[in-house]
């Protein structure tokens, strides 16, 4: 099985634009989840999507949001970028969520706002 | 490569010596526990889980024990090997949850 597909694997913005992650879950997975991970902050919890629905959300803004799509592929997007939004963008799917069965993760989205 | 952590805490062992790498969980409540490994310029690898009906857990060449009393999980990895160098994160959640809480995670060093 192919695993978490994330594009683009680098992206460099500027200050107030806005950008949109992709991702692509193991086929069959319908949960998907995105993280953020910086240095001083580590891994933090951004969302989590199960047959389209948004079943939880972390400590982000609202500039920070997310969909996913009938065929359990997902977007996150982020508005009015931010120096600090520099981060890797992780996304993860597993078949029905989080505590059932391990997140399986992508290599990740490079972010870079400058 | 990308850092993932500029001060993380540093295990520097040998070449076939065996490795701990302990995590102290956060929420009595968490009831699934996750060991993930992370190589540089990739995401977080699966290595092994466990759930709190259990207190020890084995797989290939790596042991996970669950410590409730004292919320305290352990990653034991038995004949390290270099390509087991990497950084190591533990993560629990409560099921039902949707959402894992990582801990800061442990560099390995090993040499050969």
């Known amino acids: 099985k192919a695993g978490v597909t994330q594009t683009p694997r680098y992206l460099i913005k500027t200050r107030g634009q806005q950008v949109t992650l992709s991702c692509s879950p193991i086929?069959?997975?319908?949960?998907v989840s995105w993280y953020q991970q910086t240095p001083g902050q580590g891994l933090q919890f951004l969302f989590e999507?199960?047959?389209?629905?948004?079943?939880n959300k972390g400590n982000f803004p609202g500039r920070f949001s997310g969909r996913q799509f009938s065929n359990s592929r997902s977007e996150m997007n982020v508005s009015t970028l931010e120096l600090g939004d520099s981060a890797l963008y992780l996304c993860?799917?597993?078949?029905?969520?989080?505590?059932?069965?391990?997140?399986?993760f992508g290599n990740g989205t490079r972010l870079t706002v400058t | 490569g990308e850092s993932v952590g500029l001060h993380l805490p540093t295990l520097s062992v040998q070449e076939g010596d065996n490795s701990i790498i302990n995590c102290a969980y956060s929420?009595?409540?968490?009831?699934?526990f996750i060991w993930y490994k992370q190589e540089s310029g990739k995401g977080p690898q699966f290595i092994i889980d466990?759930?709190?009906?259990?207190d020890k857990r084995q797989g290939q060449r790596v042991t996970v024990l669950l410590n409730k009393t004292v919320k305290h999980l352990s990653l034991q990895i038995a004949a390290t090997q270099p390509g087991d160098s990497a950084v190591y994160f533990c993560?629990?959640?409560?099921?039902?949850?949707?959402?894992?809480?990582f801990g800061t995670g442990t560099r390995l060093l090993v040499s050969p």
């Open positions: 999507y199960f047959s389209e629905t948004q079943r």
């Open positions: 086929s069959g997975h319908r949960s």
């Open positions: 993560a629990e959640t409560n099921t039902g949850f949707q959402k894992l809480v």
């Open positions: 993860a799917s597993s078949p029905t969520g989080t505590g059932i069965s391990p997140l399986h």
């Open positions: 466990i759930r709190s009906n259990m």
């Open positions: 929420n009595s409540a968490s009831d699934y």
